[in-house]
Structure formats: structure tokens, C-alpha cells
């Protein structure tokens, strides 16, 4: 592991597999709250690096092991600091940006307002950040810091989906009462809706059961390289419940992209 200074945050970095300049890079880029680089970490980092790919994973601000500042946590501070991350590292050449859930709405983010920067965007179970986005973050967010505050609905948490998911749900609480992150992402800068900022080849994958694949139809409409899988009986939790099909289709769209980039 490793600590890479990225403005005023030492950022928690990890990175796998061959880093020679000619491998392809793939960033990985976790959800909110109760995420970490440890979802990739045991999921589709390994499986990246041994198929020859310069793996990146990292922990966002105020997560797991980079620096928690109490207010900074609007879309353009996560998506300054992948940019920063990119530079502190030495990768100048365009990186396939994996975002799972909010990962994916920093992926987006990162190639409307670098696009040099992106290979391509995979978007797991994600929403680009235009309006509408904002406004399901601002009610999901006040919910959840509403509803964790209290010993009740963590003891429920625990008694439905077990110990580990509520301790994940009380550091979730932690985060948001020790931080402005609650208020800050619903005042992010967002993107026109028709995404026309967003021109790189974009993959994305949903659950049948969540919400998110709603999102298909504007996507195929308004991108014009865009991919889409939906899998079916799945809901929200993609990569960890469909992680060998997510890894197959995954890398062979980085492999596929790889060839177009170097050509």
C-alpha cells in the first residue's frame, strides 16, 4: 500500500499488475459511504493485473485510508483529486475509468471535463452527474444521515442483513456526521443532460432489479459509443454478486478499447 500526496490529502493508493508505459491503465473508482478500495481489491483487481493491465484503485476523500477533511466533497474536488492522483503517479496516457455506483457518476465526471485524460468510461450501476442526479443524491444522502443516526436502524441493519453490513452502516453515519458530504455532492457542478460533454466510448452495466437501468434508453440515445448490459434477476450490488460475469465483460471491453487507443 501506499500514500501519494494529491493537493492537501495523502490519498490511499494501491496498484497492481505491470506499470512499463505500455500496459493498458484501468482506474478504479469505489462508491460512497460504505465503500473502499477493498471492494476492488478482492473482487476485479487481481483478476486485471494477471491478465496484463496497469491496475489502479484508490480511496476516495474521507474514505478509508486517505484523508478525511471535514467540508470539500463536491463532484469536481472527487474528480480533481482522480485527475491529481493521475498526475502524482506519472500516467500521461489516456486510463479506462471503472466507477461503481457514485465511482461511476466521478468517472463521468472526469471525462466531460478531461477527456484527454479517458480511454473510455465503465460505469457499474451508475448515473452521470447531470440534474436529476443531484436531486437523488440530495434525498438519499439526507435520508441516510437521518436514519443511521439512530441505534435502532443499525440494530435492524444487523439483524437483517448481518454484523458486517452494520458495521459498514455505522462508519457510513461517521462520515457523514463528521463531514459537510451530505450537503456538498447534491451543490455539485453537473453536466448537460444530453451528456454531449462526455465523448469517449462508454460500457455500462445494471441490475434488472434497480432503478438504474431506467437509465438506458437516454444513454443509448444520447451517447453515440455507448454499450449497455443489463443482467438479469440482479439488483444493485453488480460487483459483488455478479463478480466473475462483471470481470469477463469488463476486461474484454478494456481489451477491445486498448486496441483502438493504440491504434
Given amino acids: 500500500m501506499a500514500k501519494v500526496k494529491v493537493g492537501d490529502l495523502d490519498v490511499h493508493v494501491q496498484r497492481l499488475g505491470p506499470s512499463d508505459g505500455d500496459a493498458p491503465v484501468v482506474v478504479f473508482v469505489h462508491g460512497l459511504l460504505t465503500d473502499s478500495l477493498a471492494s476492488y481489491y478482492f473482487t476485479l483487481g487481481h483478476a ?4 496484463g493491465i496497469d491496475v489502479v484503485m484508490y480511496d476516495l476523500r474521507g474514505h478509508g485510508r486517505t484523508t478525511r477533511p471535514a467540508s470539500g ?3 469536481e ?3 480533481a483529486d482522480l485527475d491529481g492522483l493521475l498526475t502524482a503517479l506519472g500516467i500521461d496516457r489516456p486510463v479506462h475509468v471503472a466507477g461503481n455506483s457514485f465511482g ?4 463521468f465526471g472526469l471525462a466531460a471535463s478531461r477527456p484527454e485524460r479517458v480511454a473510455s468510461v465503465i460505469a457499474i450501476e ?3 452527474p447531470v440534474r436529476a442526479w443531484a436531486g437523488h443524491m440530495a434525498e438519499g444522502l439526507a435520508d441516510a444521515k437521518n436514519r443511521l ?3 435502532e436502524v ?3 441493519i444487523a439483524e437483517n442483513h448481518g454484523a458486517h453490513t452494520a458495521r459498514l452502516s455505522k462508519a457510513a453515519y461517521r462520515i457523514l456526521a463528521a463531514t459537510t458530504l451530505a450537503e456538498d455532492i447534491p451543490l455539485s457542478r453537473t453536466i448537460d443532460d444530453d451528456l454531449a460533454a462526455v465523448r469517449c466510448p462508454v460500457f455500462a452495466l445494471f441490475g434488472d432489479r434497480s432503478g438504474l437501468a431506467a437509465q438506458v434508453p437516454d444513454l443509448e440515445a444520447n451517447l453515440a459509443r455507448c454499450r449497455t448490459v443489463v443482467l438479469p ?7 459483488v454478486e455478479r463478480t466473475e460475469e462483471t470481470s469477463e465483460l469488463l476486461l474484454g471491453w478494456v481489451r477491445e478499447h486498448s486496441c483502438e487507443t493504440a491504434a
Fill in 48 to 51: 486485471f493485473a494477471e491478465q
Fill in 73 to 75: 466533497y463536491r463532484l
Fill in 77 to 79: 474536488e472527487f474528480v
Fill in 104 to 107: 461511476g457518476s466521478v468517472a
Fill in 126 to 128: 451508475a448515473e452521470p
Fill in 149 to 151: 443516526a439512530h441505534d
Fill in 154 to 156: 443499525i440494530g435492524w
Fill in 233 to 239: 434477476d440482479q439488483g444493485h450490488s453488480v460487483l
